[in-house]
């Protein structure tokens, strides 16, 4: 005869499924036949509850696992092999044996194929992963100077139209005018962090004294990698800058950004690999958006409502422009 | 890599048999799939991260060393587990944290007597937005009492609620009877109620 201890073994076990087949038919034939079973296989479930929380809580594998486990394996077989154990050695008439098979080799060089392709392609991502975050911070100190700017000047952000004249007034002359009014060091690295290339900002005096010509070739290496806000015309035509205001969508409204593709008309910026672009907002937050109509009204940030890389028709039309554009 | 769409397919005996013959890639779709089902079970079971990842290392490095002993059409998965299993041992050998069961603990005692304070336990757990703080508590009391079991009670508790496994697979994991399975298992479950009443956030 069963016991009750036994009996809730085998409950247990119904109620886990780890029972064989067989077993589970023995014990769904014996609550069939004694009905108060399946209180005491509800006692159990209850007993188990608590348990459920944690089971239902994945544990993460730490970042990597993967990979370092193929480098153990790689390494295993890369090492010298460890000394046959002695044993009566069979003379053989024939060549030696090799060590290292074939089949051995090949399996090496595979896995270190994989592990190199793994570990690369980590490398790459990490790599990506902290460009994006240096050009986040990058964008937040120039943001630094935008604010210090606009807090004298009636919470107005710096307008392209006034730094100079057209046909000077390109978008890449405001962060040398920031540099050279005070409002940024001049230290300020001025290419992506994500790039590779990152010349020493123009000073503005330099940059207003080249000749026309020598200014047109030179305008796309003002600012390389950064699009500044070409701000947005008025009723009457006049070209305005944003503006810092308590009623309007300030964190809707892009300010700066990774400057747009080759062809400005579509696609992400190229500085992070056309996986998008960090974009630095009014009110100095940056966020890295995957795609480019991230504006007030789903606008596309690099081009206004006539699809033109020129100066917004109105305030909430955002468009950044590339170091060379012009409102 | 073309080929690893088709393997990713494959059961795990398949993929075994095909690292056997010599494709490579199987190997590495075998470890991906049970990178986060064999990491948590070793991350239970020693319950120290730096360790578990040292030996879920540790067993596909066995795994690939004894390949050939794999007997072709066997389940893989309690072979991983017998695997990872004894590897978690032989670490906890060396960092000296085996544990000794007292089996005169052992209790004939129903579960019955107990069930009353884990369902309190659980009404006074209700959980709330106000609350989740208590549920991640109790969590956790829950995940230290299965820490603290003995060794040797731990092992079934994992592998048969925590794993999913079924108790003759256990058996030829932790090479024990079927009964002993069994056995462990009930007395493990009487002292986690003893381990959840105990605990003073229990207290309602």
Not at chain 1, 190 to 202: E, L, N, S, V
């Amino acid at each position: 005869m069963l016991t009750q201890r036994t009996m809730d073994e085998h409950l247990l076990g119904y109620l886990l499924n780890a029972l064989e087949p067989e077993e589970l038919r023995q014990v769904e034939i014996w609550l069939k036949a004694h009905p108060e079973g399946q209180a005491r296989v509800e006692r159990l479930r209850q007993a188990l509850a608590p348990l459920a929380a944690e089971r239902d809580t994945p544990i993460e594998p730490p970042p990597g696992l993967a990979v370092r486990t193929l480098a153990r394996v790689a390494e295993h077989i890369c090492r010298d092999l460890p000394h046959a154990p002695k044993t009566a050695v069979v003379r053989s008439l024939g060549p030696a044996r090799p060590s290292w098979r074939r089949v051995d080799v090949l399996i090496a060089a595979c896995l270190l194929i994989t592990l190199l392709g793994l570990l690369s392609l980590w490398l790459l991502r990490t790599r990506e992963q902290a460009g994006l975050v240096d050009c986040r911070d990058s964008l937040r100190e120039v943001y630094v100077g935008l604010k210090s700017y606009s807090e004298r000047h009636q919470n107005r952000f710096p307008c392209v139209s006034e730094v100079a004249e057209p046909p000077r007034d390109v978008a890449g002359l405001i962060i040398p005018m920031l540099i050279a009014h005070g409002y940024l060091s001049g230290n300020l690295r001025i290419g992506c962090p994500a790039k590779t290339d990152k010349p020493t900002p123009i000073p503005l005096k330099e940059a207003l004294k080249m000749e026309q010509a020598q200014f047109e070739q030179q305008a796309g290496h003002f600012t390389p990698c950064y699009a500044y806000s070409l701000g947005y015309r008025n009723e009457q035509g006049l070209v305005l800058p944003l503006s810092f205001k308590p009623d309007q969508p300030n964190s809707h409204l892009p300010i700066m950004a990774d400057k747009p593709g080759v062809n400005a008309l579509l696609g992400n910026s190229l500085n992070h690999g056309g996986r998008g672009q960090n974009v630095l907002y009014l009110d100095g937050h940056v966020r890295f958006c995957t795609n480019r109509t991230i504006g007030v009204d789903d606008d596309d940030i690099y081009l206004n409502k006539v699809k033109a890389v020129a100066a917004g028709l109105n305030h909430l039309d955002t468009v950044l422009g590339s170091s060379a554009s012009r409102p | 890599m073309e080929p690893n769409n088709t393997l990713t397919d494959c059961s795990d005996e398949e993929l075994l048999a095909h690292f056997r013959e010599g494709r490579r890639e199987a190997f590495g779709v075998l470890l991906r799939r049970y990178e986060q089902e064999l990491y948590g079970y070793l991350r239970r079971y020693l319950g120290d991260e730096n360790l578990a990842d040292d030996v879920f290392q540790n067993t596909f490095l066995q795994v690939y060393i004894k390949i050939k002993t794999y007997e072709p059409g066997r389940p893989v998965r309690p072979w991983l587990y017998t695997i990872a299993t004894h590897q978690a041992i032989d670490a906890q050998r060396r960092a000296g944290r085996q544990q000794v069961l007292s089996l005169d603990q052992h209790r004939e005692e129903p579960l019955d007597g107990k069930v009353g304070t884990l369902v309190a336990l659980l009404e006074s757990r209700q959980p709330s937005p106000m609350q989740t703080a208590e549920k991640e508590e109790c969590r956790q009391t829950v995940r230290q009492a299965v820490e603290q079991l003995p060794c040797i009670l731990r092992q079934v508790v994992l592998l048969a609620y925590f794993q999913g496994l079924k108790y003759r697979e256990i058996a030829d994991i932790l090479n024990i009877p079927v009964g002993t399975v069994k056995s462990r298992l009930h007395t493990a479950l009487l002292k986690l109620q003893d381990s959840w009443s105990a605990a003073p956030a229990a207290q309602p």
